[in-house]
């Protein structure tokens, strides 16, 4: 017998979402990893065994026992692609948006991006850490305990430094497991409405330098958690040639490569993706076969975000099937920011995704997931329940995890436990 911290026991069913051989593709994304009847036994804040449980009751001994009572028990959800620092809101443009108005045309019009930059600019610190807390809370209850947030709301060095720091504070004090990621390449800021090359030498010649040293001292590299630069290519905020400039200047100073890619326009997001070895390229609703094929071929894994065309009140989804059945590894993410996806929900966007994406149960928890951990380069400690992994678990309240995707609306999950430790 062997003693360990805590043992789940009494799991009609555990979804791992197991895949050491990497992220899943094509139709192993079908495979949820399905124990019946199983047991999760959990080392301080590790997996040591998920088995069936018989074979954890005759092998494990733990001081405190945990009764799922049947139910399903799924791997914590890895949101991939967030905004969730941010101040102020955006409940006045949704209103413009409902009377007919269209994201892009109140971008052009400065708002969207840069009215949240001037909100984030004039808040503190403190004010934004309290804000982005609160919404990183209501993710965790949500079944959310691995959270990426971008900066690209400062839009200058000192605001962009200033997300920076927030983003390590919440880092350091938030139980979910948090990556950082730069995208000063998120809009053109109003100060620069008429220069816009000037803008993108101050993201190379002083951002990202101030950026990547920031890293280097920073909790996210002392625990191996990766840093990438991020950009939004669309018309009005970067073109190829901008966009590739930053990345060229990125991967130099040492970051990894993220991209907001064909959101509404297809300009070669994906192609650059692929030429810097992207960790994933995000979006993808304007994106055609022959970028896709592209993107089966690379490591890069498919980000797609149907919170935003469903809060954007659109018919047109990112073509995830497609994606799947053409040998993508497809991940999932709630994009929670206040302009075009203020939805914390990945149980959500599993919903979404399979009745307008038609995407199966099983490939919405995969995207949600081990895929999603493999997009922030952390595939290796969370996104799916295998021994020597992060005991990053939730217990449902329905004992067939396909509820998380059949239900929407409610709360699936009845526990959340991180790092081995019920929240
Ligand atoms: O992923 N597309 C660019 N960036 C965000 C939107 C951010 C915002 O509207 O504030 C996105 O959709
Ligand atoms: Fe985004």
């Not at 192609?271 to 992207?278: H, I, K, M, R």
């Not at 497609?322 to 990945?346: H, K, M, R, V, W």
Request: hydrophobic share 40%.
């Amino acid at each position: 017998m062997e003693e360990v911290d805590l043992i789940i026991q009494n799991a009609g069913q555990v979804a791992t979402c197991s895949s050491p051989a990497g992220p899943k593709r094509g139709p192993e994304m079908q495979d949820a990893g399905l124990i019946s009847d199983g047991a999760i036994a959990i080392r301080g804040n590790e997996i040591a065994a998920v088995e069936e449980r018989k074979f954890i009751q005759s092998n494990y001994t733990a001081r405190k026992i945990i009764d799922a009572q049947g139910m399903a028990v799924c791997p914590g959800f890895v949101d991939p692609h967030t905004h969730v620092v941010y101040a102020s809101n955006r409940v006045n443009e949704f209103e413009l948006r409902i009377k007919g108005t269209s994201y892009l045309e109140i971008m052009a019009a400065g708002g969207g991006i840069v009215s949240t930059t001037r909100a984030v600019r004039s808040a503190s610190v403190n004010e934004l850490v309290d804000q982005a807390w609160s919404r990183l809370d209501a993710m965790l209850q949500l079944g959310t305990t691995s959270v990426e947030i971008k900066t690209g709301y400062g839009l200058d060095a000192a605001n962009e430094m200033k997300m920076l720091e927030v983003i390590e504070i919440l880092a350091s004090k938030h139980p979910c497991t948090i990556v950082p990621t730069f995208l000063g390449g998120h809009a053109i800021p109003s100060e620069f409405k008429n220069n816009p090359e000037d803008y993108v030498d101050l993201v190379i010649e002083k951002m990202i330098p101030e950026a990547a040293e920031w890293y280097e001292r920073s909790l996210f590299k002392r625990n191996k958690i990766p840093f990438c630069c991020d950009v939004f290519i669309e018309n009005n905020a970067f073109n190829f040639e901008q966009s590739r400039r930053i990345f060229n200047a990125a991967s130099k100073a040492g970051l990894g490569i993220k991209i907001h890619a064909d959101e509404f326009t297809s300009l070669g997001g994906v192609s650059l993706a692929v030429e810097f070895n992207a960790l994933s390229a995000d979006h993808l609703d304007a994106t055609n076969a022959e970028d896709r094929a592209q993107l089966a071929a690379s490591h890069t894994i498919a980000v797609v975000l149907p919170g935003v065309n469903f809060n954007l009140g659109s018919s047109q989804f990112a073509n995830a099937r497609a994606l799947i059945d053409e040998g993508c590894a497809l991940a999932l993410a709630t994009d929670f920011n206040p302009g075009s996806a203020p939805c914390p929900s990945q149980p959500l966007i599993m919903a979404i995704a399979s009745r307008y994406q038609k995407l199966l149960p099983a490939e919405t928890l995969n995207a949600c997931t081990i895929n999603a951990a493999h997009a922030l380069g952390l595939g290796d400690r969370v996104g799916s329940i295998e021994p020597g992994k992060k005991a990053d678990l939730i217990i449902l309240k329905t004992a067939d995890y396909r509820f998380l995707s059949y239900e929407f609306g409610g709360n699936l999950v009845d526990t959340v436990i991180k790092n081995g430790v019920v929240q």
